[in-house]
């Protein structure tokens, strides 16, 4: 049986699992989704500042980190898209919800309904009022009135 030594080079690589806390992923998350900075982010999932501050610069929750920020960004528009969409069906302000329906239907290829205004010009002339030339009446009743 011949058998080749193994080098450290040509050796399979072993995957070792790293563990990152509960709070040090609630900081990421508050980092990624509600683009805290990291103090704030600490303080909010009650860890310090220093145990974050370290923890931030290993490779894995760096890598981690950078993981979020690709997910909320790649499905940033369906998530304002759901926001909208629940926003137009719950909102109390009736114009709010429904600017909200209309951008949704707008998304949707639905377009909004335009108000169409017909305009009629209508011109009259007005020339005042003709009086045909009557030949008078003899013996008119006003007038034998009058001599009186």
């Known amino acids: 049986m011949t058998g080749k030594a193994i080098s450290p080079d040509t ?4 995957r070792t699992r790293v563990r ?3 709070e040090m992923r609630q900081v990421i998350e508050l980092m990624a989704t509600e683009g805290l900075p990291l ?6 999932a009650n860890i310090t500042r220093d145990s974050a501050a370290r923890a931030i610069k290993k ?7 950078k993981q979020r920020l690709k997910e909320v960004r790649d499905n940033a528009a369906q998530e304002a898209y759901l ?7 719950t909102a109390d ?3 709010l919800a429904f600017d909200a329906s209309r951008w949704v239907a707008g998304v949707d290829g639905i377009s909004p309904v335009q108000k169409v205004q017909g305009q009629h010009h209508h011109s ?10 009557l030949e008078p009446i003899e013996g008119d009743a006003i007038d034998s009135q009058d001599d009186d």
């Open 124 to 133: 009259h002339s007005f020339e005042g009022f003709e009086y045909p030339d």
């Open 59 to 65: 490779k894995h929750v760096i890598n981690l980190l």
């Open 11 to 14: 050796a399979p690589q072993r």
């Open 83 to 89: 926001r909208i969409n629940h926003l137009a069906r």
């Open 20 to 22: 990152i806390s509960d």
């Open 39 to 44: 103090p704030q982010a600490a303080e909010q």
């Open 93 to 95: 302000n009736k114009r």
